[in-house]
C-alpha cells in the first residue's frame, strides 16, 4: 500500500489506510476490541476547537461523508426548530398545534433510541461503570436537539476550503507547523 510515503504530510494515518486500502480493493474491517475510550479533559472552546479539526480531517479526505453529516445535522436542526416554531404559530392563532408538536416529538424519540442503540453496540467493549453509563446517556436524552445545531456550526466552521501551511502577515510560515497536504 505504500504507507510510509502516503501518510507523508497527512492529518489523518486512519483515513489514509482506508482510502489506499479502498483504492486497492481491500476490505476493511472494524474490530471493537480496539475501541479505547479516552477521557475528555478540554475546556469548552477546546470541545470545539476538536470537533472542527475532526470534521475537517473528514471533509479533506471523505468528502462525501461531511456532506451527509452535514445534510443530517442540517435537516435534524431544521426538524427541531421548525417544529418549535410551527408549534409556536399553531398554539398562538388557535390552530393543530399538536401535528407539528408529535413531529418533533416522535423525531425526538427516534434520536433517543438511535443513542440507546449506539451505546448498546458499545458497551461491551469499552470499560464504563454504571454512573458513567447513566451520565452519558442522559446528557445525550437531553442535549440531542442542542448537539445536532452545534454540530451544524461545527460543521460549518471547519469548511474552509483549503487546508495547508497558514502564513503570517509578513509571509513567515507559522513556526513549526508545516499545514497539511493532500497526497
Known amino acids: ?10 492529518l489523518s494515518d ?41 470534521y475537517r480531517i473528514v471533509r479533506v479526505y ?8 452535514t ?11 421548525a417544529s418549535l416554531v410551527l408549534t409556536a404559530v399553531a398554539a398562538s392563532s388557535g390552530g393543530p398545534w399538536p401535528i407539528p408538536a408529535a413531529t418533533g416529538l416522535v423525531y425526538y ?11 448498546a453496540g458499545v458497551r461491551p467493549f469499552v470499560r464504563v461503570t454504571d ?10 436524552t437531553l442535549a440531542s436537539p442542542l448537539a445536532a445545531a452545534v454540530t451544524l456550526a ?9 487546508l495547508g501551511p497558514r502564513r503570517h502577515s509578513d509571509g513567515r510560515g507559522a513556526g513549526g507547523c508545516a499545514g497539511a497536504r493532500r497526497p
Open 71 to 81: 445534510g443530517a445535522s442540517g435537516m435534524t436542526t431544521l426538524i427541531y426548530s
Open 109 to 119: 424519540a427516534a434520536s433517543l433510541l438511535k443513542s440507546r442503540l449506539r451505546w
Open 14 to 54: 486512519d483515513l489514509t489506510i482506508s482510502r489506499l486500502a479502498r483504492a486497492a480493493r481491500m476490505k476493511v474491517i472494524y474490530e471493537p476490541r480496539c475501541l479505547v475510550p479516552s477521557p475528555v479533559d478540554m475546556t469548552l472552546p477546546g470541545v470545539f476547537e476538536f470537533l472542527r479539526r475532526q
Open 154 to 162: 461545527v460543521l460549518f466552521s471547519g469548511a474552509r476550503p483549503a
Open 1 to 10: 500500500l505504500g504507507l510510509p510515503d502516503a501518510w507523508r504530510g497527512t
Open 131 to 140: 454512573r458513567e453509563y447513566r451520565l452519558s446517556t442522559g446528557f445525550e
Open 62 to 69: 471523505t468528502p462525501a461523508w461531511w456532506w451527509l453529516a
